[in-house]
């Protein structure tokens, strides 16, 4: 049994890397459907010899080329999907049309990030259906939410790549988009609203129920900690402003800022508490759609998605009395993002940055764990450091191809502000709870959640405020951070390969 298992799981692998690959070689360079078709030739032409020769070795090679042809099909198709013709002949052109807001708004300080959904287009007299997503930038106010229907003039253009004020790196802003469904974008269009509550009725309760949230957590708490605690709790897309982005760049912990994968950890293992004094199939299903939920109403972006899938493992897991094999939940969680949107894996850094700091806490952590053992265990203090050293190391090629600075006050910084988050968020939760019954109720737990942000945001200043708080490296190709992993690898595999030898030999 443990045989037929262990070769079962070799296969998935073999196949889930295989068809990483090919979305990964599709996402750089175009390839016609003749080559996918020639690549499944040579699949059914391996599965043949498999079935002649009973070869194991012929079947990874079937798998490794399906997985290829998956990979590379599933790219190209979703490559060209969103474009318009219509709007692609008239870029640059005033047009007027009729769309559909289909995400929370991105509000900023003057200005709020729109994403909508085009449905008609009025040309040359005529309304023309189209099926398209737009990025709107807007004035602050009025206000528009989830499911209003407006009715947009403007010039429609294209995203533009831009370059970085600090390190001079460009960002590929228009695969960035795209990995979102957008390939058009208007700025200070002409907006008026048509008719409200059009959107999917449980997303609208979802953002309603959010946007109370967090109108209880501003009145209690004084900004900018009423923000910071908004994207820690909720994910909220408020801006904290310039200066103090770039302070938590500086000190590396802009991880904090809006909902990342360690927040829903803490979220989801809340829930499975809560719901673990229910009968267990009850509990199962509640904490299960709790989480759900939750990841919709927080956004679902990369990082939440795959966070929510693997606590839904975990859940599975623990019903079913089955080991948790977090390696196999890391993967088939990737998997399936990809298989619903492969261009996230060039394209969303989000994505990149989260996955890679899951591997690096996953087979990282028992590496520095014997040397980090002078810390003390109270308060969590060690098991911060274990995870902060091993995920800071493991993202560090991607970040210094991305962003081209390095923060050399990482560690410090996170062993001050990452034990005290898990407290701030409940605190600052139940103040945004209790706000919906009792103003009186919620503000002592205001007045902890908002000592907790003060003392955070204190802690980033003072950092950030040291010259050698951060160093900007020079530019690397993405060949280097290939190699980089490609050595992160080997030592992995020889590390624990010796690991495995050493435990067999006593």
Same mark, same amino acid.
């Given at each position: ?408 006050? *990482? ?39 908002? *000592? ?37 690898? @080997? ?10 030898? @050493?435990? *067999?030999?006593?």
């Amino acid at each position: 049994m443990n045989g037929i298992l262990s070769s079962t799981r070799v296969y998935f692998f073999v196949f889930v890397l295989s068809f990483t690959l090919g979305v990964a070689v599709r996402s750089v360079f175009q390839f016609p459907f003749s080559f996918s078709f020639l690549l499944l030739f040579l699949s059914f032409l391996s599965l043949f010899l498999f079935f002649v020769t009973r070869a194991k070795e012929v079947f990874l090679v079937t798998l490794c080329i399906l997985g290829l042809v998956a990979g590379v099909t599933r790219f190209s198709i979703s490559a060209e999907s969103g474009r318009a013709t219509l709007i692609e002949k008239h870029l640059g052109e005033e047009m007027r049309f009729e769309a559909l807001i289909v995400e929370e708004p991105d509000e900023r300080d003057q200005t709020a990030k729109i994403t909508v959904r085009a449905k008609n287009i009025f040309r040359a007299g005529e309304k023309m259906p189209i099926d398209t997503k737009i990025l709107l930038t807007v004035s602050r106010y009025p206000e528009y939410n989830y499911g209003d229907e407006v009715t947009v003039s403007g010039r429609i253009t294209k995203p533009k790549a831009f370059a970085d004020e600090n390190t001079g790196r460009t960002f590929d802003y228009p695969s960035y988009l795209s990995a979102k469904g957008i390939y058009y974008e208007m700025f200070r269009p002409s907006v008026s609203l048509a008719a409200e509550g059009r959107g999917n009725p449980v997303r609208s309760a979802l953002f309603s129920l959010k946007k109370n949230f967090i109108q209880n957590i501003s009145e209690r708490i004084q900004e900018p900690e009423s923000s910071l605690l908004s994207g820690l709790v909720v994910g909220a897309k408020q801006s904290l402003g310039s200066d103090l982005l770039d302070q938590f760049r500086r000190v590396g912990i802009i991880h904090i800022v809006v909902l990342s994968g360690y927040n829903i950890t803490i979220i989801a293992d809340s829930i499975l508490k809560f719901f673990s004094f229910f009968w267990p199939l009850f509990s199962v299903s509640l904490a299960s759609i709790s989480i759900v939920l939750f990841a919709i109403m927080v956004g679902g972006s990369a990082t939440v998605v795959r966070a929510t899938i693997m606590a839904l493992l975990v859940i599975l897991a623990r019903r079913t009395g089955r080991v948790y094999d977090v390696t196999t939940a890391l993967f088939l969680a990737g998997f399936l993002m990809l298989l619903q949107n492969p261009k996230i894996l060039a394209f969303d850094p989000s994505f990149q940055l989260s996955f890679l700091a899951t591997v690096g806490l996953i087979y990282f952590s028992p590496l520095f764990e014997k040397h980090l053992r002078f810390m003390p265990e109270r308060f969590g203090i060690r098991d911060v450091a274990i995870a902060t050293v091993s995920t800071q190391i493991f993202v560090l090629p991607v970040l210094i191809y991305m962003m081209g600075e390095v923060s050399i006050v *990482a560690l410090p910084v996170n062993l001050l502000v990452l034990l005290f988050i898990p407290a701030t968020m409940l605190f600052g939760f139940l103040t945004g709870l209790l706000g919906f019954l009792s103003s009186a109720l919620s503000m002592p737990f205001a007045f902890i959640s908002g *000592a907790l942000l003060s003392y955070e945001l204190g802690i980033t200043d003072m950092f950030a405020r040291l010259p050698f708080a951060s160093v900007t490296v020079p530019e690397v190709s993405l060949l280097f951070v290939f190699f980089v992993y490609a050595i992160y690898a @080997l030592f992995i595999y020889w590390y624990y390969t010796k690991a495995i030898k @050493l435990k *067999a030999q006593k």
